[in-house]
């Protein structure tokens, strides 16, 4: 198996064993289960901001170990501070060395938009996503039909939570549409065996409907490519690993984005 099918088989043992110990029910009786989520769409298309969506992890399959011991309360605050649009934050424990906890701090502390970042493969994820102070979650083409993409989106919908649907090339683009979907992500990533393509972002981006906010995702690491991908349509771009190498994220994003706006 590569690694994103081991990611998966991983995940449903995971899920199912959360279903037994924290059913629906007491989910549902979260602090956040009833509060409005911010716009993921909406903040990402702000002139006053540039689109980056600054993640949070700690460790990843492709570098190992990133970041072990960096603060969620003061790399998220800091983000924010230094003009992210919004924070994404990896609640997967096995591969990336995230746990929901990581969300709900960063929740606690930031009234942005919160992408839950990880392999949703089960309703019960996103109704658990909402419970912890999400405000949007993440859809991988790669591991879902066209009719689990449908009916996931509209479970998020049902919640009024935001979708980003992330593809990796042109046959899970046009296969993955559907309008509970609010942006649409092209991870660079080539998740089977981590290569990277800046370049795959550009060659979707006259595919992609005008409908759904273009965000580009891994491999970004200088405030040029974000310029240069923004004059084709982008208006998020999902940055970590540049951010968290370092050990103050929160001041490497800060100087990314004096950079960009210099650009911009």
Known sequence: MNILDQIVAHK??????????????????????????????????????????????????SKGMINPYVAVERTSVGYMQAGASALSILTDTAFFGGKNEDLITARKFNF??????????DEYQIIEAKSIGADAILLIAAILS???????AAVAKSLK????????????LERSLTPDVDALGVNNRNLKDFTVDINLSKTLAPIIPDDFVKVSESGISEAETVADLA??????????????????????????????RVLI
Do not use: W
């Not at 942005?112 to 493969?121: Q, S």
């Not at 066209?146 to 996931?152: K, T, V």
């Open 231 to 260: 004059t084709y349509g982008y208006k998020g771009f999902l940055m970590g690993e540049t951010f968290m190498k370092n050990s103050r994220p929160e001041k490497a994003c800060a100087a990314f984005i004096d950079r960009l």
């Open 12 to 61: 449903q043992k995971e899920v199912a064993e959360r279903k037994s110990l924290y059913p629906v029910k007491l989910l549902e009786k979260s602090i956040y289960f009833e509060s409005q989520p911010v716009s993921l769409k909406k903040y990402l298309l702000r002139p006053d901001k540039v689109g980056i969506i600054a993640e949070f992890k700690r460790k990843s399959p």
């Open 146 to 152: 066209p009719e689990q993409i449908r009916s996931l």
């Open 112 to 121: 942005c938009p919160i992408l839950r970042k990880d392999f949703t493969i």
């Open 161 to 172: 939570m935001e979708v980003l649907l992330e593809v990796h090339d042109q046959q899970e």
